[in-house]
Nanobody
């Protein structure tokens, strides 16, 4: 049974930083691409970032490019999202997802974590 567990969310002031982690279990982590998505109240789930199986290729939403960095440690079955220069608009529940390929569409991912709340105060 595949499980993804996120951690690292919290309350931070605008301009601050947080690092999210997502640890996977249940299948060979290094065989799958990983993605981060977020969903704010009243809005649809949106793409944030993705990373290839080996970590050599990444993509970012324009809204986070230059501020967020995705990485993964396959030895620890963990993907990270380093978030710097946070803005109130970044407030959302952040989800990690695992799937066969790097994709922008959330429907392409097979498994999801439970989400972690990120709140950025102005």
């Amino acid at each position: 049974q595949v499980q993804l567990v996120e951690s690292g969310g919290g309350l931070v002031q605008a301009g601050g930083s947080l690092r999210l982690s997502c640890t996977a279990s249940g299948r060979t982590f290094s065989s799958y691409a990983m993605g981060w998505f977020r969903q704010a109240p009243g809005k649809e789930r949106e793409f944030v970032s993705n990373i290839s199986r080996g970590g050599g290729s990444t993509d970012y939403a324009d809204s986070v490019k230059g501020r967020f960095t995705i990485s993964r440690d396959n030895a620890k079955n963990t993907v990270y999202l380093q978030m710097n220069s946070l803005k109130p608009d970044d407030t959302a529940v952040y989800y990690c997802a695992e799937g066969p390929r790097r994709e922008y569409e959330y429907q392409a991912y097979d498994y999801w974590g439970q989400g972690t709340q990120v709140t950025v105060s102005s």
